[in-house]
T-cell receptor, first 111, second 111 residues
């Protein structure tokens, strides 16, 4: 599975859009980009995933560049409850279901 | 809603004790996973199982074993606990789709 690079930490003002970047320059054609987050003292929570196209769900939007070497997770209107560690993961969608978590980005929403 | 439960939130054991961590999921998921989480190292996969009585080693299986006798239950066993196994242990389950659902975690301290 391809390695990902994320900033260690970010701040965002409450009510603003939070944009979390992820670099995955060695991604292969069959590898998906996944985002999970972990709120303090809880287990990780799935947010969204994508292959090539931009994706949106009730939690977030995922923008993947055309060359697929980087992506951005967007939380459109950040709230204090969005303070968490956000993990970007790249994984092929075949074989076992293993996810390899890095150290993620610690996002702090500022009131 | 998918529910993944773990037998304890906090556990304190002595060096050399045999430790059982239990995980139960209620959604008939095929796949179940055990991770440990340590500061600065992210989540690391210990073992996973894709069916009853089936198991696969993850990235750090040494010192651990697992048991899956029923589809809904996946146990992690520390045969002889050591202080370097003090950690947060997270269980997860998934169907053969993209999302893994995590339990709340067990914080194990070995003294």
């Amino acid at each position: 599975d391809a390695k990902t690079t994320q900033p260690t930490s970010m701040d965002c003002a409450e009510g603003r859009a939070a944009n979390l970047p992820c670099n995955h320059s060695t991604i292969s054609g069959n590898e998906y980009v996944y985002w999970y987050r972990q709120i303090h003292s809880q287990g990780p929570q799935y947010i969204i995933h994508g292959l090539k196209n931009n994706e949106t769900n009730e939690m977030a939007s995922l923008i993947i560049t055309e060359d697929r070497k980087s992506s951005t997770l967007i939380l459109p209107h950040a709230t204090l409850r969005d303070t968490a560690v956000y993990y970007c993961i790249v994984r092929a969608d075949f074989g076992n279901e293993k996810l390899t978590f890095g150290t993620g980005t610690r996002l702090t929403i500022i009131p | 809603d998918v529910k993944v439960t773990q037998s304890s939130r906090y556990l304190v054991k002595r060096t050399g004790e045999k430790v059982f961590l239990e995980c139960v999921q209620d959604m008939d998921h095929e796949n179940m996973f055990w991770y440990r989480q340590d500061p600065g190292l992210g989540l690391r996969l210990i073992y996973f199982s894709y069916d009853v009585k089936m198991k696969e080693k993850g990235d750090i299986p040494e010192g651990y074993s697992v048991s899956r006798e029923k589809k809904e239950r996946f146990s992690l066993i520390l045969e002889s606990a050591s202080t370097n196994q003090t950690s947060m242990y997270l269980c997860a389950s998934s169907l053969r789709v993209h999302e893994q659902y995590f339990g709340p975690g067990t914080r194990l301290t070995v003294t």
